[in-house]
């Protein structure tokens, strides 16, 4: 089981910058496959991450955030990141951490097994 713990949300408007943060409990540098995805307000959670991080440091990134997002991790602190730069107002969502003890990401939601609570992410015209 691995906890996770997302924070770094907030209130920003349209082109402002938020770095979002995900600690975990336990190592998860290597071995584990970190993603993050999101839930706007009154939809379905995507079903495919805005962006994941493979064991060897890999990133892939859904079409929405390429060139705004940037996913990374800290190995001693245990703590995925999320820098997310030339925000739009649809990207005002829920942001989930997730993590799957795997070497390499798959991007579906289905794939990852442990979950944060979210963290909020509000952006304005």
């Known amino acids: 089981q691995v906890q996770l713990v997302e924070s770094g949300g907030g209130s920003v408007q349209a082109g402002g910058s938020l770095r979002l943060s995900c600690a975990a409990d336990?190592?998860?540098?290597?071995?584990?496959?970190m993603g993050w995805f999101r839930q706007a307000p009154g939809k379905e959670r995507e079903e495919v991450a805005v962006?994941?991080?493979?064991?060897?440091?890999?990133?892939g990134y859904a079409d929405s955030v390429k060139g705004r997002f940037t996913i990374s991790k800290d190995k001693p602190k245990n703590t995925l990141y999320l820098q997310m730069n030339s925000l739009k107002p649809e990207d005002t969502a829920m942001y989930y951490c997730?993590?799957?003890?795997?070497?390499?990401?798959?991007?579906?939601?289905?794939?990852?097994?442990?979950w944060g609570h979210g963290t909020q992410v509000t952006v304005s015209e």
């Open positions: 962006a994941t991080i493979d064991s060897d440091g890999s990133t």
């Open positions: 997730a993590a799957v003890r795997s070497q390499h990401c798959a991007t579906a939601a289905r794939s990852f097994a442990f």
């Open positions: 336990r190592y998860t540098y290597s071995g584990y496959c």
